[in-house]
């Protein structure tokens, strides 16, 4: 006879078997993501965001122009969404769901005072598997366009900081260059830096 522990366990092991395989998977059959070509939106203030299709743990690239950097990034949704644009300034932004048929929105404030606000959606669970790998943002307003060509409203401190010291040292190299018709030793021009700041 067999001891009554091992009928009891075996016996619970054949009905957990059971019921899992007759309620079939547990989650829903994950579709193979596959990146669609890059592609450009246009944004316009007037009109309604466009859609910026995500997939659940992929990367989309989001390409301001050429002209601009991103100065500020305000999401909708920081917990279920990555938000990454980098350490330094540029014109890129990395966005990934972390989980599926999310939805939020970013708004994107450039260097030269335009704003791009796009709705994000996370579309594993969608019958087209595609997600946009990359998108270009292409300015749809005549102001925004205009803001182009213009100088940036927002610059970064180090930059501001590297631009002072640059004209600085210009300053001082103009009034170095006054004082004397002579050549100029570095060694004499760094002493008169230090003692002109």
Same mark, same amino acid.
């Given at each position: %006879? ?6 009891? *366990? ?25 990146? #669609? ?34 100065? #500020? ?32 929105? *970013? ?6 005072? #335009? ?35 213009? %100088? ?28 004397? #018709? ?16």
């Amino acid at each position: %006879m067999k001891p009554p522990i091992l009928i009891i *366990v075996t016996v619970g092991l054949a009905l957990t078997t059971s019921i899992a395989s007759a309620s079939g998977p547990s989650t829903p059959e994950q579709k193979h993501l596959q990146p #669609n070509a890059p592609r450009t939106i246009t944004v316009s203030e007037a009109d309604t965001p466009p859609v910026v299709r995500a997939g659940l743990l992929q990367s989309t690239l989001i390409l301001l122009p050429d002209q601009e950097k991103v100065a #500020n990034v305000f999401a909708g949704d920081t917990v279920d969404w990555v938000f990454d644009g980098g350490h330094i300034a540029s014109r890129f932004i990395s966005i990934k769901p972390k989980l599926a048929n999310s939805t939020t929105d *970013v708004h994107i404030v450039s260097d030269h005072g #335009n704003e791009y606000t796009l709705q994000l959606r996370e579309v594993s669970g969608d019958d087209d598997p595609h997600f946009d790998s990359k998108i270009f943002i292409a300015p749809g307003d005549k102001a925004a366009k205009d803001r182009l060509i213009e %100088m940036p409203v927002f610059v970064p401190a180090a930059e501001l900081d590297k631009a002072k010291q640059e004209a600085v040292a210009a300053q001082a190299a103009k009034r170095f260059g006054a004082m004397t #018709n002579s050549h100029i030793c570095a060694g004499c021009f760094r002493r008169h830096l230090l003692f002109t700041r």
